[in-house]
């Protein structure tokens, strides 16, 4: 009986202990397939006219197996006028609700608490209290590629604005 108890209480240990492990392990084994893109692509231009804002979807950098449709993210891109964009994470800034755009009104509408957001993005009523997440964003071959290492959090542009202040002398 002993030998059986052992037996079965190793068994158990390495079905719980193998999550484990490889969840410490993780960052090895990431490091060692490389880093994920640093700039993923959303499209051609011409699929975001001047003047419009369109949704747009990329996939996930990092994915697995089992996330089928959840690892294509959508995001808003507003095209301000054919050089200069503005992506935002589809997200509400108050709780996640994706957010939609209502092009009659020139509004971002939450449909979850109310929450409202003008077309730049910027916090318009409720309760967010600030506006969109937006994501860093370049132009390069006719393409519109946006940042993918960083998130669009608050605390990603608090340590970019961080970079920009200057002391006081």
């Known amino acids: 009986m002993m030998k059986i108890?052992?037996?079965l209480n190793g068994a158990v240990a390495t079905l719980l202990?193998?999550?484990i492990i490889k969840y410490l392990l993780s960052p090895v084994a990431r490091s060692k397939k490389g880093d994920y893109?640093?700039?993923i692509s959303l499209g051609e231009l011409e699929q975001f006219p001047a003047g419009e804002t369109r949704l747009a979807t990329f996939r996930n950098p990092i994915v697995n197996s089992w996330d089928g449709a959840t690892a294509e993210i959508p995001c808003w891109v507003r095209n301000l006028d054919d050089s200069k964009f503005q992506v935002f994470a589809i997200n509400c800034a108050h709780?996640?609700?994706p957010v939609r755009w209502f092009p009659q009104s020139g509004l971002?509408?939450?449909p979850c608490h109310g929450g409202a957001y003008y077309q730049d993005g910027s916090r318009a009523s409720g309760p967010?209290?600030?506006g969109l997440f937006e994501y860093s964003y370049r132009v390069e071959d006719g393409k519109l590629f946006i940042q993918g290492r960083e998130l669009p959090?608050?605390?990603v542009r608090a340590s970019n604005l961080v970079k920009e202040i200057q002391p006081c002398a």
Do not use: D, N, S
């Open 128 to 130: 967010p209290e600030r």
């Open 153 to 155: 959090t608050p605390g």
């Open 95 to 97: 709780l996640g609700c």
């Open 108 to 110: 971002f509408m939450c």
């Open 17 to 19: 202990g193998a999550p």
């Open 37 to 39: 893109a640093e700039w």
């Open 5 to 7: 108890g052992i037996v």
